[in-house]
């Protein structure tokens, strides 16, 4: 698969995902099995610590979990994932998530994420588990 592909799957994903829009999550980089991508923690993603909230850090690994797992054109969604919180994001942080494939078999993945600050600070992991579902990424032909 050529890098165009899949940048072209995830801007079709994109083009659906009101989710990474309305949290402002960017797509930087996509390849075969890879994504990065960033999201400025706002004051609206603050919780009662005045810390970004976990959900959005997940949200923000989850996505770049979905985008590397779906590079390749064929749909897939998650099976299962765990995620470990590392030091707090803070509001107007720059946070970049690196989501890469360890494995892909035929129908299951499986994914690494690493969420960083603009010190390059880890501030979450995450590893996701993917299953395909068949048919084609958001109405890509296959």
């Not at 075969?32 to 603050?46: K, N």
């Not at 360890?102 to 993917?130: C, M, P, W």
């Amino acid at each position: 698969m050529s890098n165009n592909e899949a940048w072209r799957n995830a801007r079709a994903m994109y083009q659906n995902d009101a989710c990474a829009q309305a949290l402002g999550i960017d797509i930087v980089e996509m390849d075969d099995g890879v994504a990065v991508l960033t999201m400025t923690v706002t004051p609206l993603m603050l919780n009662g610590h005045r810390t970004c909230h976990g959900g959005q850090l997940f949200s923000l690994a989850d996505t770049a979990f979905a985008y590397a797992c779906n590079s390749q054109g064929l749909a897939a969604v998650a099976s299962g994932c765990s995620i470990d919180f590392l030091r707090p994001g803070f509001a107007g942080d720059r946070l970049t998530a690196t989501a890469r494939v360890k494995h892909q078999g035929k129908l299951t993945g499986v994914y690494d994420i690493e969420i960083v600050n603009q010190q390059q600070k880890t501030v979450a992991l995450f590893r996701g588990k993917s299953h395909r579902i068949g048919g084609a990424v958001a109405g890509e032909p296959s």
